[in-house]
């Protein structure tokens, strides 16, 4: 598989987070029905917020979607959602919209103007930890999809007719949690990182993923490896807070404001108006996602004390996701008397794992072909 791209795919619930060796991609987890726009001036911006795309999957047509924010802009009422990433859905052969996100994604990670390229993906992705263990043939399902060739042609002209053809013939799975915890512990070499050890030198690592709508937690045991009673989800997440502040935004300003927008604007403005009235954003947000932290430590001490884990044996809490960012202050001495591991890339540490995970049964594979030809010395390699 020397010319197969590994990549790390993060189904979130308002984004979705792409990972390459080289290249990070964030969109919003949005499609619609796509048409032909009429276009007076010429666009520009980045190619991910232009996704104009027909997708073909072997030789049939599937259609024409806007994806992201193309369709979060341009949408005439069809928006379509995920309910949560890849394991809320239920009718992968018949309803796609989870594969067209993902095939063009990896298109546009590849992608060349006016260019036609053919591409084949080890793929590394994910699923909330209840979901995972409870809907496996869920994720086998959308496994067996994605072996079909799938053609994504871009329409936008700021791609000048570029079209790629993407084949997944390898998927693996983790559940969230797992994933940024890998993330967290190894370096691109898979190798353990440094500090690693120091931190399992009183007992186990956890791992905490805080996500728009479930929190996953994972344990990791002084032998790198994850505790099966460690594995647990929480339904609580940046949602929580963000629903809080949009009613207290339409109450108090008569601002209505989607969820993904105002996700937007608290990591991007402290500070907005809104028909001349300044509001505080940051400010108004402090006391929401505390309440979300005490919320989620709450429940997760009821999940510890119901699977019998001593937490006085934990060296570590790693926490990480999107919500990192919003909510850091809140989530300090989380745990009384563990140091709390701050991600330094909350938002792609998932995709990260994912990407590594791939790229782990890439290496085994290797090893596999060289111990089958390691007794042919009639050639020499480079």
Avoid at 61 to 66: A, K, N, Q, S, V
Avoid at 344 to 351: G, I, K, N, V, Y
Wanted: include cysteine; glycine fraction near 8%.
């Amino acid at each position: 598989m020397k010319n197969t791209i590994i990549a790390g795919w993060d189904p979130g619930r308002l984004n979705n987070k792409l990972f390459m060796q080289d290249k990070k991609l964030i969109n919003m987890n949005a499609i619609c029905n796509g048409y032909e726009r009429r276009i007076l001036e010429e666009e520009k911006g980045e190619h991910k917020n232009f996704l104009d795309v027909e997708v073909y999957r072997d030789e049939e047509h599937l259609g024409r979607y806007f994806v992201g924010g193309m369709a979060y802009r341009f949408n005439r009422g069809d928006l379509r959602w995920s309910a949560n990433g890849i394991p809320k859905f239920h009718d992968i052969e018949n309803g796609i919209d989870e594969v067209i996100k993902l095939v063009t994604h990896l298109a546009l990670a590849v992608q060349e103007p006016g260019q036609e390229k053919q591409v084949s993906f080890r793929l590394g992705t994910g699923a909330p930890t209840e979901e995972y263990f409870e809907q496996p043939k869920l994720l086998t399902a959308l496994a067996e999809v994605l072996k079909h060739e799938y053609r994504v042609v871009f329409k936008h002209p700021l791609f000048s007719g570029a079209s790629v053809r993407v084949r997944v013939p390898e998927v693996h799975f983790k559940p969230e949690g797992t994933a940024s915890v890998v993330s967290m512990c190894y370096t691109d070499e898979l190798q353990h990182k440094r500090d690693i050890q120091k931190y399992l030198e009183k007992g186990y690592i956890i791992g905490m993923n805080i996500g728009s709508s479930t929190t996953d937690i994972a344990i990791m045991n002084s032998r790198l490896e994850f505790e099966p009673a460690g594995f647990f989800g929480i339904p609580v997440g940046s949602s929580n807070a963000l629903n809080e502040i949009r009613g207290q935004l339409y109450r108090d300003y008569g601002y209505d404001v989607t969820k993904v927008k105002l996700d937007f604007l608290i990591r991007q403005y402290p500070r907005i108006k809104y028909k001349g009235q300044v509001i505080e954003l940051e400010e108004m947000a402090k006391r929401p996602f505390k309440s979300l932290a005490d919320l989620l430590k709450t429940k997760f001490y009821d999940q510890i004390e119901m699977k019998g884990i001593e937490l006085g044996e934990a060296g570590a809490l790693f926490i990480s996701g999107g919500t990192v960012l919003l909510a850091s202050t809140a989530l300090e001495g989380f745990i009384p008397g563990v140091q709390s591991v701050i991600s330094s890339d909350p938002l792609f540490e998932d995709a990260r794992g994912y990407f590594l995970e791939a790229k782990y049964y890439d290496e085994l594979d290797k090893k596999a072909q060289q111990y089958v030809f390691q007794e042919d010395d009639e050639i020499e390699v480079e």
